[in-house]
């Protein structure tokens, strides 16, 4: 079910010590001070070293969820160095991030790979944060919406009704990511709104409006509430703010 939502991606930074330290900070803040009706539930998504030991310090049953940045698409077998699904639930992951805008650029995932790592995620009990999102390019090219359109069609549409119901979608403008550039509050509504009909044409206008859409292009503690009040805006997908305890609980407060 749609939910506001905001969730963490630290990427490849920090070590153990300082991981354990700002997942202790974090969780402290946001239980004083993000208690309201609106407030948000919370993934963090440390490196996969990091992850039973931040795991260990959410608070059970309550708003903190543990995610992974990435899964292999196989179940086991001669990978090495890869980590499966079954494994990252293994350790007490609820989410895993599939699709993020590094991977297929750095790492060359694309539609096909990663249609079947959100079939992996799903069948090991995992919801899958899947993440869309243009470049400068296509942007200026007018081709923002077919492009957006061409990723959830090939990385989603092969689900069940029920299997999607499972999925959280990312929208994260390529050319906002570590750039310091934000889309407006207007440019990020008008992408998620798209993101809404689209989906209401390949399921039904329930799977759609039930559907948790993140914003994931630089939001930071200044933007955020101005980013969350937008309908089709359900929460964030954050990178480099959610190294900062203090900023990444300012955002999470947004929703107050």
Not at 186 to 194: I, K, L, P, T
Request: charged share 20%; hydrophobic share 40%.
């Amino acid at each position: 079910m749609r939910q506001n939502l905001v969730a963490g991606n630290w990427k490849m930074n920090l070590d153990y010590q300082a991981g354990l330290a700002l997942v202790s900070e974090i969780t402290n803040m946001v239980a004083d001070e993000a208690t309201g009706p609106q407030a948000p539930q919370v993934v963090i998504c440390p490196p996969f070293p990091f992850l039973a030991g931040v795991g260990k310090l959410l608070p059970a049953g309550g708003r903190f969820h543990l995610g992974a940045q990435n899964c292999h698409q196989q179940e086991s077998g001669p990978y090495t160095g890869e980590v499966s699904a079954r494994m990252l639930q293994s350790v007490g992951c609820e989410y895993v991030i599939l699709g993020h805008s590094e991977r297929r650029q750095y790492f060359r995932e694309d539609d096909a790979l990663l249609s079947q790592k959100v079939k992996a995620a799903l069948a090991a009990g995992l919801q899958p944060i899947f993440c869309v999102g243009e470049s400068l390019d296509t942007r200026e090219a007018d081709e923002t919406f077919d492009f957006i359109g061409g990723q959830l069609e090939n990385g989603l549409f092969h689900l069940s009704n029920e299997e999607f119901d499972r999925v959280v979608i990312a929208y994260e403008p390529i050319w906002a990511i570590g750039t310091g550039r934000t889309a407006t509050s207007q440019q990020a509504q008008d992408v998620h709104a798209f993101i809404r009909e689209r989906l209401a044409r390949a399921y039904d206008a329930q799977a759609a409006l039930n559907t948790t859409i993140l914003y994931g292009g630089s939001a930071n503690a200044q933007n955020a509430r101005e980013l969350f009040a937008q309908p089709d805006v359900d929460g964030g997908l954050i990178g480099g703010a959610s190294l900062k305890s203090r900023d990444f609980t300012e955002i999470i407060k947004s929703f107050s």
